[in-house]
């Protein structure tokens, strides 16, 4: 008999919140402010979405092709992700809400990284639900670094299976995403989860991120419960 599963309230979905800048310059704003706006909206959607029981979010926030983009704008996002560090973390405990961010942070400077461990020393102790920022992330340098690490640990080629890779993976404990949205009328994964999202379910939204609601939320857990999860089978 075919695996067959009815799909409820996801436990895990992943964002590529695509579409900041072209927001932004819709309205004549920069893109820094394009930039905090959709962190903006990521606060608010991130609450509704572990309000409707979702236990997981990762939000596509910085991938490692991003560092191609201009200084400015990295500098910008490199600030924006300082800032929301430091000053949002009570939001978070008062949430309830964990904190963690993955990525390589191969390129990431010191000063960051240091907020980094902070906010996640100080929200693990946190149950309701947990963030997941994907930060200098990148699917097939994960799957790379997987690798190395497995080789650096003296495993041989007829160790490797798909559950030993992802032991190695970023957040191994982190269950993988039943459901995975982008918005901004693209319809690609662009390196995102490119391991974890085998069998997750895809929802592409034609809205620029800092106008994705809570009701296009809703409407997304409401059309993911209608599908019928096989896995290939």
């Not at 400015?72 to 000053?87: F, G, N, Q, S, Y």
Request: include cysteine; charged fraction near 30%; hydrophobic fraction near 35%.
């Amino acid at each position: 008999m075919a695996k067959l599963q009815v799909a409820g309230v996801p436990e895990h979905i992943g964002f590529i919140v695509d579409g900041n800048r072209r927001w932004a310059k819709e309205r004549g704003l920069s893109v820094a402010e394009g930039h905090r706006k959709g962190y903006d909206n990521l606060e608010k959607i991130v609450s509704a979405a572990h309000e409707r029981g979702v236990k997981y979010v990762s939000a596509y926030v910085f991938s490692s092709e991003n560092w191609k983009r201009e200084r400015t704008e990295v500098r910008d996002l490199m600030k924006l992700l300082r800032w929301v560090l430091r000053h949002e973390l009570e939001k978070f405990n008062r949430r309830g809400i964990r904190l963690r961010v993955v990525g390589s942070k191969l390129r990431i400077g010191k000063v960051l990284l240091r907020a980094i461990h902070e906010a996640e020393r100080r929200t693990e102790g946190n149950d309701r639900g947990t963030l997941l920022l994907c930060l200098d992330y990148g699917g097939q340098q994960e799957i790379v670094d997987a690798t190395k690490r497995i080789i650096a640990e003296g495993y041989s080629s007829d160790d490797i299976t798909p559950e030993l890779i992802s032991k190695y993976l970023y957040a191994p404990d982190v269950p993988v995403p039943d459901l995975i949205i982008r918005t901004s009328g693209e319809q690609r994964l662009s390196n995102f989860l490119l391991w974890e999202s085998a069998y997750s379910e895809l929802i592409f939204s034609k809205v620029y991120w800092p106008d994705f609601t809570e009701q296009d939320l809703s409407e997304a857990i409401a059309e993911y419960a209608r599908r019928r999860r096989r896995f290939g089978s």
